[in-house]
């Protein structure tokens, strides 16, 4: 399970920082992400770290956002820095496991970037 929380309103320029507990599963084995959905957009990666903590950033969002992890509390954080309004999205936290065949997904939480 995941549960992501942090999301919300903020004006441009502002920042958020998301997290997401996990619990279910052995979450130092798994490679941790974000993912992020527009009204009317496919979904994209924004982010993800694995345990060792090599982490890999969507395009948009590199020099902003940083991803992070805790495997002792099993959650990972993402600090999202000036945000615009193209930033605004519903946020997914993901966790994935390729040997293993596992692909966990969160709820999601809305950001929303306005003024």
């Known amino acids: 399970q995941l549960q992501a929380s942090g999301g919300g309103l903020v004006q441009p320029g502002e920042f958020l920082r998301l997290s997401c507990e996990a619990s279910?599963?052995?979450?130092?084995?798994?490679?941790m992400g974000w993912y992020r959905q527009a009204p009317g957009k496919q979904r994209e990666l924004v982010a993800e770290?694995?345990?060792?903590?090599?982490?890999k950033y969507g395009d948009s969002v590199k020099g902003r956002f940083t991803i992070s992890r805790d495997n002792a509390k099993k959650t990972v954080y993402l600090l999202m820095n000036s945000l615009n309004s193209e930033d605004t999205a519903v946020y997914y936290c993901?966790?994935?496991?390729?040997?293993?065949?596992?692909?966990?997904w969160g709820q999601g939480t809305q950001v929303t970037v306005s003024s």
């Open positions: 279910g599963f052995t979450f130092s084995m798994f490679v």
């Open positions: 993901n966790a994935k496991q390729q040997i293993l065949n596992r692909d966990y």
């Open positions: 770290v694995v345990s060792g903590g090599k982490t």
